[in-house]
């Protein structure tokens, strides 16, 4: 008997840690344009995933005027742990622990997102009942996603100081720049609070509103085709340089407009 009890020891417990070592178990299935990675946990709601997914697809081409270059993958994390693990791997940062607010990324070839599900328990600010944010959150990501296929840094690992750019542009061309936002940058800018360099625009409470007013502003002095063509660089310079302008008279012109247009 004891040596029966041995052997099934022998056999049990390895595999149970096999199994606990396995990764989640992704289904996969594949769209028009993209795959789509789950789990369990999002079988049902991936209907709706799918048709946030697809809205978001559609205002993208719309917005740029032109397809995705290329297929990418999307990956509905079941839990925060998954997407860090993920996050670290990508980022190649073993010690990194996202914030609250980050529920998803995307780069040329993949979009990751904690699920929705899992929002109000393990995110802050983000609400999944609020169908527009919702919709704008996807949006945005698959802004950094066509963004990614057209840039010299598909993931955007090799940019310089180009944050206002690619989270204005996603923050803009998905619809976050709401009237909210470009009043409270217009009365910064009023308040002789706005920052004095590009560089900062990505930081604090406004940065939303800052980056994205800036892309917002761009567009309105040079046009959507030029916007689109700066979608290829990875340096500040680059695109200053492609407008013709300083970061000073950008910024000078930026204040203009914000404050005289509100
Ligand atoms: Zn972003």
Sequence with gaps: MKIYKSILFIIIVPFLIVLKAQPETWKREKHDGYKLFYT????????????????????????????????????????????????????NMPDFKSECWMVASGVASKLDMLSPLQWAKESCEHDYADKLKTQQIIAHELVHV???????SPDFSDVTNLDWFVEGLATYASGQLDKVRISEISETISGNKAPNSLDNFWTGKLKYGFSG??????????????????????????????????????????????????
């Design 40 to 91: 369990t946990q999002d079988s049902e709601s991936k209907r709706e995933y799918l048709l946030y997914i697809e809205r978001g697809i559609d205002s993208v081409r719309k917005f740029f005027g032109s397809e995705f270059k290329k297929e990418f993958e999307i990956y509905v994390h079941p839990n925060r742990k998954s997407l860090d693990e993920q996050w670290r791997k990508d980022w």
């Design 146 to 152: 066509f963004h990614g296929q057209l840039n010299v």
């Design 213 to 262: 007013s800036i892309v917002m502003y761009i567009e309105q002095k040079y046009g959507r085709r030029k916007l689109i063509e700066l979608l290829k660089f990875n340096k500040k310079d680059e695109i200053l340089n492609s407008l013709n302008t300083t970061e000073m008279d950008l910024l000078n012109g930026w204040k203009k407009y914000f404050v005289k247009s509100n």
